[in-house]
């Protein structure tokens, strides 16, 4: 379930079921920006501010690996 929030600035998501022990990845589209243009390659001015930490996967997306116990 999908839940958007605080004037559109905060989004939250629920599985329907509980998550199985594992390593998943949640990926987002770079494209996405807020109001004043900043973006996941972009931000504040600071080119690939996360997309340096993160794990990109070459097709405008930035991937955030996370595991379940």
Do not use: C
Request: glycine share 6%.
């Amino acid at each position: 379930d999908v839940e958007i929030f605080d004037h559109e600035r905060r989004f939250a998501f629920q599985p329907r079921e509980p998550w199985a022990a594992g390593t998943y990845r949640i990926v987002v589209e770079t494209i996405l920006e807020d109001v004043a243009g900043n973006n996941l390659e972009q931000v504040f001015d600071v080119e690939a501010a996360v997309a340096g930490s993160q794990m990109k996967d070459g097709r405008d997306r930035v991937a955030l690996p996370f595991s379940v116990e």
